[in-house]
């Protein structure tokens, strides 16, 4: 069993304080060992050994296999009944060949650690060693997710109890308020920022394939081109933002790729494009596909060629909780200060499965400044040349640590 810390005297930062050295190594540890959605069972292996090291009860092999809930009961058990606080890292890389020239580089090639999850795992692997010295006044789950880049971790640890507690298939109290961050390289090293409401999009994608008919590309009065069709089809796909949503409704349609074809004198039988439309409202997320079946299958139509859409309902919106959220400002105004935390005034349109947590309980997102002070840029989320900021540990640690104890 966890032992609570003898010296009452050691304030938290210097808890914090304490355990930086090993943490950084633990962070380029992970780092050096990237692995994609699914497939983390290295990370997987070092937040087990971490948490065995500090005592911590925890369950393994959850969200296919690679998903980690640790779980420390509150110092008094009649706390138990209070419901548990969670806390929320992901695990996974991405399929990126790494240019930071750091001495931790990726050692696989074609992936690395290109949004942070090394120094996510790494934070809450921190929050726990700390909370594990600590009078806690209520539980803390803590969840180790994989596949939050497209594989909906998140969702399948829900279905599989994390947050339901030890009846339900998780550990002990089910959780009752969660929180999570995001590494952000445009918010400054120091800050913490969040808001009320959407903040980040929900996100579906789309696969396309325009069927039209073949002829030698000397003679195009005797086919059907599905590529002009696809032109005509990707520039009428705008029109849902511009002529369909409210100027002040956010939606992006982005088509990402188009392929088509064998040789300049050839119009091929077909032309296949994918891309993804990030919406805000659970209505314009409604619409949005609606307009898109139209304009894709019609427009298909009109030029003389066929259209088969996959459609891939992706990510809900994440939708911070306004108890949850007003929560996290009160917490971290009062462990950084006033001038530290910043209130976001728009959503961005980039998805995160932690929406799913929302779902089920209150939830908070926030982001954690990554950008050191007085640089005018930092490379940014799914770059080659980003790298997680060591300097925004020990605010992250901070950051969950109180929310843990005083939410």
Same mark, same amino acid.
């Given at each position: 069993?966890?032992?609570?810390?003898?010296?009452?005297?050691?304030?938290?930062?210097?808890?914090?304080?304490?355990?930086?050295?090993?943490?950084?190594?633990?962070?380029?540890?992970?780092?050096?060992?990237?692995?994609?959605?699914?497939?983390?069972?290295?990370?997987?292996?070092?937040?087990?050994?971490?948490?065995?090291? #500090?005592?911590? %009860?925890?369950?393994? /092999? +959850?969200?296919?296999?690679?998903? !980690?809930?640790?779980?420390?009961? *509150? =110092?008094?058990?009649?706390?138990?009944?209070?419901?548990?606080?969670?806390?929320?890292?992901?695990?996974?890389?991405?399929?990126?060949?790494?240019?930071?020239?750091?001495?931790?580089?990726?050692?696989?090639?074609?992936?690395?650690?290109?949004?942070?999850?090394?120094?996510?795992?790494?934070?809450?692997?921190?929050?726990?060693?700390?909370?594990?010295?600590?009078?806690?006044?209520?539980?803390?789950?803590?969840?180790?997710?994989?596949?939050?880049?497209?594989?909906?971790?998140?969702?399948?640890?829900?279905?599989?109890?994390?947050?339901?507690?030890?009846?339900?298939?998780?550990?002990? #109290?089910?959780? %009752?308020?969660?929180? /999570? +961050?995001?590494?952000?390289?445009? !918010?400054?090293?120091?800050?913490? *920022? =969040?808001?009320?409401?959407?903040?980040?999009?929900?996100?579906?994608?789309?696969?396309?394939?325009?069927?039209?008919?073949?002829?030698?590309?000397?003679?195009?009065?005797?086919?059907?081109?599905?590529?002009?069709?696809?032109?005509?089809?990707?520039?009428?796909?705008?029109?849902?933002?511009?002529?369909?949503?409210?100027?002040?409704?956010?939606?992006?349609?982005?088509?990402?790729?188009?392929?088509?074809?064998?040789?300049?004198?050839?119009?091929?039988?077909?032309?296949?494009?994918?891309?993804?439309?990030?919406?805000?409202?659970?209505?314009?997320?409604?619409?949005?596909?609606?307009?898109?079946?139209?304009?894709?299958?019609?427009?298909?139509?009109?030029?003389?060629?066929?259209?088969?859409?996959?459609?891939?309902?992706?990510?809900?919106?994440?939708?911070?909780?306004?108890?949850?959220?007003?929560?996290?400002?009160?917490?971290?105004?009062?462990?950084?200060?006033?001038?530290?935390?910043?209130?976001?005034?728009?959503?961005?349109?980039?998805?995160?499965?932690?929406?799913?947590?929302?779902?089920?309980?209150?939830?908070?997102?926030?982001?954690?400044?990554?950008?050191?002070?007085?640089?005018?840029?930092?490379?940014?989320?799914?770059?080659?040349?980003?790298?997680?900021?060591?300097?925004?540990?020990?605010?992250?640690?901070?950051?969950?640590?109180?929310?843990?104890?005083?939410?």
């Amino acid at each position: 069993m966890p032992q609570v810390v003898a010296d009452k005297t050691q304030s938290l930062p210097d808890l914090i304080a304490a355990e930086l050295p090993q943490l950084r190594q633990i962070r380029h540890e992970l780092h050096m060992h990237p692995e994609l959605c699914f497939e983390e069972k290295y990370t997987s292996s070092v937040v087990q050994r971490e948490l065995t090291a #500090a005592g911590i %009860r925890f369950k393994a /092999g +959850l969200g296919k296999g690679t998903g !980690v809930l640790g779980y420390l009961p *509150a =110092s008094n058990p009649a706390d138990e009944t209070k419901g548990a606080i969670g806390l929320r890292a992901d695990m996974d890389a991405l399929p990126i060949t790494e240019r930071t020239g750091k001495s931790y580089s990726s050692r696989t090639e074609g992936k690395m650690h290109a949004c942070g999850h090394d120094g996510h795992t790494t934070m809450l692997i921190g929050a726990a060693k700390v909370l594990s010295k600590l009078h806690r006044p209520r539980p803390v789950a803590f969840v180790f997710q994989p596949a939050e880049e497209g594989g909906g971790g998140a969702e399948i640890m829900c279905d599989e109890g994390a947050l339901a507690g030890e009846s339900g298939g998780g550990l002990g #109290a089910p959780v %009752r308020m969660m929180f /999570g +961050l995001h590494g952000w390289p445009t !918010v400054e090293v120091g800050k913490v *920022a =969040s808001k009320v409401g959407p903040l980040l999009a929900a996100t579906d994608d789309f696969e396309v394939t325009i069927k039209g008919t073949q002829a030698h590309g000397a003679y195009p009065h005797f086919g059907n081109d599905p590529i002009v069709a696809s032109a005509q089809i990707i520039n009428a796909l705008q029109t849902i933002v511009s002529r369909n949503a409210s100027p002040l409704d956010a939606v992006v349609c982005t088509v990402g790729a188009i392929n088509a074809g064998t040789a300049d004198n050839i119009i091929p039988e077909t032309c296949k494009f994918i891309g993804t439309i990030r919406t805000l409202r659970p209505q314009m997320r409604t619409l949005a596909k609606e307009r898109f079946f139209s304009i894709v299958e019609n427009t298909a139509q009109a030029l003389g060629c066929s259209a088969q859409i996959k459609w891939m309902p992706g990510y809900p919106v994440t939708m911070n909780d306004a108890e949850a959220t007003d929560t996290f400002f009160r917490i971290a105004r009062g462990a950084f200060g006033g001038d530290c935390v910043d209130t976001i005034e728009q959503p961005t349109m980039g998805g995160e499965d932690f929406a799913y947590y929302g779902q089920r309980v209150p939830a908070c997102f926030f982001l954690l400044g990554l950008k050191p002070r007085g640089a005018s840029t930092y490379p940014t989320l799914h770059q080659p040349d980003f790298d997680f900021n060591d300097d925004a540990l020990p605010i992250g640690i901070r950051a969950l640590t109180e929310c843990a104890l005083k939410a």
